[in-house]
């Protein structure tokens, strides 16, 4: 598992409501109303991903997914009870490789 942080923009009250729902229902808190945090697996991150890519189409709305590794939590401000789940809950750093175009 990996600390998450999803955020998002978009014109769309319902689209935004739909958004924050996906994230309560993975157990992310909420950090501001459009942005959430916390701890997501692999499979878990690529449906929240899916989710986000197929309903954020228009030209004005946007989506993030940031991963925060182990190294980047001790400076990182976060909400109390999300540092607590990160703490109990520590991951190991996941590589993430891209392959580029030749």
Do not use: H
């Amino acid at each position: 598992m990996n600390t998450v942080v999803a955020g998002w923009e978009t014109r769309n009250f319902r689209r935004s409501q739909r958004a924050a729902l996906w994230c309560k229902n993975y157990g992310l808190v909420a950090i501001t109303r459009t942005a959430y945090i916390g701890l997501l697996d692999v499979k878990e991150r690529e449906e929240l991903r899916k989710k986000f890519q197929n309903s954020f189409i228009k030209s004005t709305d946007s989506f993030y997914l940031l991963l925060l590794c182990n190294t980047c939590m001790p400076i990182a401000v976060l909400p109390e009870k999300v540092a607590k789940d990160i703490q109990r809950n520590q991951a190991t750093f996941e590589l993430i490789t891209v392959k580029e175009n030749v």
